[in-house]
């Protein structure tokens, strides 16, 4: 067998990091400063990437900084993926996912100042955690946990909330972020129905090894 991969595949493999590297340099922009009025030329020194490879790849700064918050909103969702799987019970999923923002605010500060400058606009998203965040309300109102209400209208309450938190996380890192994630989270709680007591309840259930 060969021991090396062919030249086919070694393409398609640099091509691919080669745009991972333009992602990662415009998801690290919008952490920053928000600000994309950088350059193209600023953008592929930062990536260590030649000039032309960007048209290679994207075909405006537009596209290139969507797929930097595609991107990040997609490690977000498979953050609770990977950490909130054995949670069943759709009231502990919202509550639990607070939760883990607040931590990966400290964790991962680069993903989360993207979502809180730019999550806003993604709240109904098809990608990332809107995508998720959508099917577990669904769930949850199917099966009376939630009050039967619009799952639109859930989500972007949910979010709206949620992106507070983050902001909250920032612009106060003197609170106890665990605290106030279990607050907010219980608040989310009772705005879809679950009752006062058992939210409470909810929003401070053990959590697994999160990060």
Known sequence: MPTSAPPSNRF??????????????????????????????????????????????????????????????????????????????????????????????????????????????HIHSDNGLARRASRDLRAGIASGRFTALDPTFALTGLGGVLLS???????RPDLDGDEAAANLAEMALRMLGVPPEDAHEVARRPLPDLV
């Not at 883990?100 to 730019?118: F, G, I, K, Y």
């Not at 938190?165 to 612009?171: A, I, N, P, Q, T």
């Open 12 to 121: 398609e493999r640099r091509r691919a990091e080669t745009r991972q590297a333009l992602v990662r340099a415009a998801r690290q922009i919008l952490a920053e400063t928000g600000d994309t009025s950088a350059s193209i030329q600023a953008i592929a020194e930062r990536a260590d990437v030649g000039f032309g490879s960007f048209y290679n790849h994207f075909e405006s700064k537009t596209e290139l900084f969507e797929a930097a918050v595609a991107d990040a909103l997609e490690e977000y969702g498979q953050a609770f993926d990977t950490h909130l799987a054995g949670i069943d019970d759709p009231a502990e999923l919202v509550a639990a996912g607070f939760r883990l923002s607040a931590r990966l605010t400290t964790s991962h500060p680069e993903l989360m100042q993207v979502l809180r400058r730019r999550g806003l606009g």
């Open 165 to 171: 938190l983050v902001e909250l996380r920032f612009s």
